[in-house]
């Protein structure tokens, strides 16, 4: 029987930075690309759209607390960008998240989906709930255009993201430090904010090779990171990491911990052009990390699967398990998760 396609979409994420906003801007432009028109709301405006909630013609993916809507929603896919981290987010929040996801799996129109294979088994082994799908993100089009035929020069370790406690990056720039040491013209780029740069700049002490750079536009990033030798990223409990996929997809090698969902993006690059260390995030284990991928040639694993159409593509297979008045039934759900 042929599928019926979504009359339209709307994506929750708007109000959202990091991940989840790039979550959001890649999969409408995935919609778009297939031709099936989208919107991107705030997750507070979700609440103000009960007649699109409530309709089954239109497809409804959730982020962050727009997740809360889901008992009310008909045909509602429901994202799981990660698990809650009390020791970050405190316990108020975390249960917070936690009732969320635990409302989508109890509610007729819905269905929770995980960006990870990772977060897929937390979710489900530690916090006991039903998942759906595994449906990884998207990089947004513009990292997947052909880079300019001539090459810059690549002579940066670059970080790209929040500047907070939970991305360890106060435990990796001692190892940065070390590695510009050993490399003459190499610099250092640390592109975004967050409540941890004034200690990040006092630990830098004035170090001219290490630059802040705040917030960057996607198009600012892309242009840093064709420039750029080595990404790298500390957090391991990272649930995906779609700034990994930005920075393969610009020809960088990546250090990132060995741990969470990043690991799933390019297996087959490992130990070539993605480089581990250890997931405790030490400095000897970084800093060998960081030399052992400075040693590596710029080159681009295959990523067509994390382009935003393709991954449109995976979430109307999702929706297809809808029935014609929008409503899950879970008991093929709750069997691929018992074998």
Request: charged content about 20%; glycine content about 12%.
């Given at each position: 029987?042929?599928?019926?396609?979504?009359?339209?979409?709307?994506?929750?994420?708007?109000?959202?930075?990091?991940?989840?906003?790039?979550?959001?801007?890649?999969?409408?432009?995935?919609?778009?690309?297939?031709?099936?028109?989208?919107?991107?709301?705030?997750?507070?405006?979700?609440?103000?759209?009960?007649?699109?909630?409530?309709?089954?013609?239109?497809?409804?993916?959730?982020?962050?607390?727009?997740?809360f809507a889901a008992p009310y929603a008909r045909r509602c896919i429901c994202m799981a960008h990660g698990f809650p981290a009390a020791a970050y987010k405190g316990w108020p929040t975390a249960l917070a998240i936690l009732a969320s996801y635990r409302l989508a799996t109890v509610s007729r129109g819905a269905q929770l989906v995980a960006v990870s294979d990772y977060s897929a088994i937390q979710l489900r082994t530690i916090f006991g709930l039903r998942v759906d799908a595994v449906i990884r993100n998207p990089v947004l089009p513009l990292f997947l255009e052909p880079a300019p035929e001539t090459h810059a020069k690549r002579d940066a370790i670059t970080y790209v993201g929040r500047l907070h406690r939970s991305k360890n990056i106060h435990k990796v720039l001692p190892a940065v430090r070390d590695?510009?040491?050993?490399?003459?013209?190499?610099?250092?780029?640390?592109?975004?904010?967050?409540?941890?740069?004034?200690?990040?700049?006092?630990?830098?002490?004035?170090?001219?090779?290490?630059?802040?750079?705040?917030?960057?536009?996607?198009?600012?990033?892309?242009?840093?990171?064709?420039r750029s030798r080595v990404f790298l990223s500390a957090n391991p409990t990272e649930p995906f990491g779609i700034v990994y996929?930005?920075?393969?997809?610009?020809?960088?090698?990546?250090?990132?911990?060995?741990?969470?969902?990043?690991?799933?993006?390019?297996?087959?690059?490992?130990?070539?052009?993605?480089?581990?260390?250890?997931?405790?995030?030490?400095?000897?284990?970084?800093?060998?990390?960081?030399?052992?991928?400075?040693g590596a040639s710029p080159a681009t694993p295959p990523l067509i699967a994390y382009s935003a159409t393709e991954v449109a593509k995976a979430y109307l297979a999702a929706d297809a398990r809808f029935s014609p008045q929008g409503i899950f039934h879970a008991e093929a759900a709750d069997e691929r998760n018992r074998l």
């Open positions: 029987m042929e599928q019926r396609l979504p009359m339209k979409v709307l994506i929750s994420g708007a109000a959202a930075v990091g991940g989840v906003g790039s979550f959001a801007a890649g999969l409408h432009a995935g919609f778009t690309e297939l031709g099936i028109p989208g919107e991107v709301v705030a997750p507070a405006q979700v609440y103000q759209r009960r007649r699109a909630l409530r309709d089954p013609r239109v497809l409804k993916i959730l982020s962050t607390s727009a997740v590695v510009l040491d050993e490399n003459d013209g190499l610099c250092a780029w640390i592109i975004g904010d967050g409540p941890m740069r004034g200690t990040l700049e006092a630990m830098a002490a004035g170090d001219k090779r290490i630059e802040f750079l705040g917030m960057k536009s996607p198009e600012q990033v892309r242009e840093r990171l064709r996929l930005e920075a393969l997809s610009q020809g960088c090698a990546v250090a990132m911990p060995s741990s969470g969902g990043g690991l799933e993006i390019a297996p087959d690059s490992i130990g070539g052009q993605v480089q581990l260390f250890g997931a405790l995030v030490d400095r000897a284990s970084v800093a060998s990390a960081l030399r052992r991928a400075l």
